[in-house]
Each structure stands twice: as structure tokens, then as C-alpha cells.
């Protein structure tokens, strides 16, 4: 088995969740995080997919010059999961800095409810 297919299966159970992660982030609603995510496992997706492809052309062709063009042009193309992965990284660290303020909130205002709640108990107590 060629090294381009082991590495397709390696990195197939990645793709898997990180496409489930933006389909299902996609109901929460399209805002940067998620459209950064979405480029990013896109170029993450292509790049094995590539890599596989030189390799069957590589495998098809007769050798020579063309299957060197054809190899060096799409280990070149293939590059790009690299520049996937770091689209996806920096989707979810905005998406986590997002969550984090929104945890944030939730938090501060079931502070405020508990006070008025508190200060309507003791108001209530004193007529």
C-alpha cells in the first residue's frame, strides 16, 4: 500500500470530526468563527485527497519528466493542509473566545437575578 493511501486513512477520522463540528456549528449560525472553520477543512479535505491523486498519477503514468511535473505539482497543492489546519485552529479559537464570553455573561447575569431576587425578598419583608 502506497504511503499517500496510509496517510488518507490517518488522516480520514480527523477530516470526520472536524466536518462534523462545522455542519453542526453551522445551526448555531454563519459568523466568522464558523465560516474560518469551514475554509479550513475544506483545504484540510483537498490535501489528502491531492496527495492520493499525485500518487495514482505517479503509479499511471511511465515515468520521466511528466510524472515528475505531475508529482511536484500536486505535493505543492497539497501543501495547502497545512494552511487548512491553521484556518480551522484559528476558527475554533475564535469560536472558544466567543463561548467563553458568552459563559461569561450567563454568569454575571444570573448574578444580577439572584441579587434583585435577594433585594426583593428583603424589601418585601421590611412592608
Do not use: K, Y
Not at 499517500?4 to 472536524?18: D, E, K, Y
Amino acid at each position: 500500500m502506497n504511503g499517500s493511501f496510509i496517510w488518507l486513512l490517518v488522516s480520514l477520522p480527523a477530516m470526520i470530526l472536524q466536518w462534523t463540528g462545522v455542519v453542526v456549528l453551522a445551526r448555531a449560525g454563519r459568523r466568522a468563527d464558523w465560516w474560518c472553520m469551514l475554509a479550513g477543512v475544506i483545504l484540510s479535505t483537498a490535501s489528502p485527497l491531492l496527495f492520493a491523486a499525485s500518487a495514482l498519477g505517479i503509479g499511471l503514468g511511465s515515468g520521466g519528466a511528466a510524472s515528475r511535473a505531475i508529482l511536484g505539482f500536486f505535493s505543492l497543492v497539497s501543501l495547502i493542509g497545512m494552511a487548512g489546519s491553521l484556518l480551522f485552529m484559528t476558527g475554533f479559537c475564535l469560536h472558544a473566545f466567543r463561548a467563553v464570553r458568552l459563559m461569561e455573561r450567563s454568569a454575571e447575569l444570573e448574578a444580577i437575578a439572584s441579587a434583585q431576587a435577594e433585594e426583593m425578598n428583603r424589601m418585601g419583608g421590611r412592608g
